[in-house]
C-alpha cells in the first residue's frame, strides 16, 4: 500500500496555517485494501474500490471509486450508511490523462442521480501539493458539479463525517 493522498476541508473551518493562505485544513487518512484494512477510529478511513467486484470493508467513513467503475449496490450502501464518496483530484487528472474522463463524469452523474454524499479532495502526496478548495471546485466543474456544490462537499459533508467521529 503507497502513501495515502491527503484528506482536505474547506476553510470554513478554524484552523491555523493554510488557512490562513486560503488552503484547507489537511488530514493523512488510514487507507483500507479490502476486508483485511485496520481501521483506525482516529483518522479518516478511506476505503479503495478499484474495481467493481471489490469487497469493501466491514468499517469505513469515505469510499475512494479510483477507475470511476459504477456499482449502484455499494453506491446505495454509502449512502444507507451515512458515508461518502471521496473524488480525489489525482484520479480524475488520471482519468483525463487516460482518456476516460467521460467514464469520471458519468461516475459524478450516477452519484448525483442516487444522492451519495461526497467530498471532493486534492489526492496531494504531500502537504505541499494540497489545492485550494477554488482549484478543487475547478476540477469538480468538469465533472458536472457546480462549485457550490464542491465546496460544500469539502466542508459540509466532510463536517457530518467528522461529528459523525466524535471529532
Same mark, same amino acid.
Given at each position: $500500500?503507497?502513501?495515502?493522498?491527503?484528506?482536505?476541508?474547506?476553510?470554513?473551518?478554524?484552523?491555523?496555517?493554510?488557512?490562513?493562505?486560503?488552503?484547507?485544513?489537511?488530514?493523512?487518512?488510514?487507507?483500507?485494501?479490502?476486508?483485511?484494512?485496520?481501521?483506525?477510529?482516529?483518522?479518516?478511513?478511506?476505503?479503495?474500490?478499484?474495481?467493481?467486484?471489490?469487497?469493501?470493508?466491514?468499517?469505513?467513513? $469515505?469510499?475512494?471509486?479510483?477507475?470511476?467503475?459504477?456499482?449502484?449496490?455499494?453506491?446505495?450502501?454509502?449512502?444507507?450508511?451515512?458515508?461518502?464518496?471521496?473524488?480525489?483530484?489525482?484520479?480524475?487528472?488520471?482519468? /483525463?490523462?487516460?482518456?476516460?474522463?467521460?467514464?469520471?463524469?458519468?461516475?459524478?452523474? /450516477?452519484?448525483?442521480?442516487?444522492?451519495?454524499?461526497?467530498?471532493?479532495?486534492?489526492?496531494?502526496?504531500?502537504?505541499?501539493?494540497?489545492?485550494?478548495?477554488?482549484?478543487?471546485?475547478?476540477?469538480?466543474? $468538469?465533472?458536472?458539479?457546480?462549485?457550490?456544490? /464542491?465546496?460544500?462537499?469539502?466542508?459540509?459533508?466532510?463536517? $457530518?463525517?467528522?461529528?459523525?467521529?466524535?471529532?
Amino acid at each position: $500500500m503507497g502513501t495515502s493522498p491527503f484528506f482536505d476541508l474547506d476553510v470554513r473551518f478554524e484552523w491555523d496555517g493554510y488557512s490562513q493562505e486560503g488552503y484547507s485544513k489537511v488530514f493523512v487518512p488510514n487507507a483500507l485494501e479490502g476486508k483485511s484494512g485496520r481501521y483506525d477510529p482516529a483518522k479518516v478511513n478511506i476505503a479503495l474500490f478499484s474495481n467493481t467486484k471489490a469487497v469493501l470493508p466491514d468499517r469505513f467513513d $469515505m469510499v475512494n471509486f479510483s477507475g470511476f467503475g459504477v456499482n449502484v449496490d455499494v453506491l446505495s450502501l454509502i449512502r444507507d450508511k451515512e458515508k461518502a464518496v471521496e473524488f480525489c483530484l489525482a484520479d480524475v487528472r488520471k482519468a /483525463v490523462l487516460s482518456g476516460r474522463i467521460s467514464q469520471a463524469q458519468f461516475f459524478s452523474n /450516477v452519484v448525483r442521480s442516487y444522492k451519495v454524499p461526497y467530498v471532493f479532495t486534492s489526492g496531494a502526496a504531500s502537504i505541499y501539493e494540497v489545492k485550494s478548495p477554488k482549484e478543487i471546485a475547478f476540477v469538480g466543474e $468538469m465533472l458536472g458539479f457546480t462549485q457550490r456544490q /464542491v465546496l460544500s462537499s469539502m466542508s459540509m459533508t466532510a463536517e $457530518m463525517l467528522l461529528s459523525n467521529k466524535g471529532w
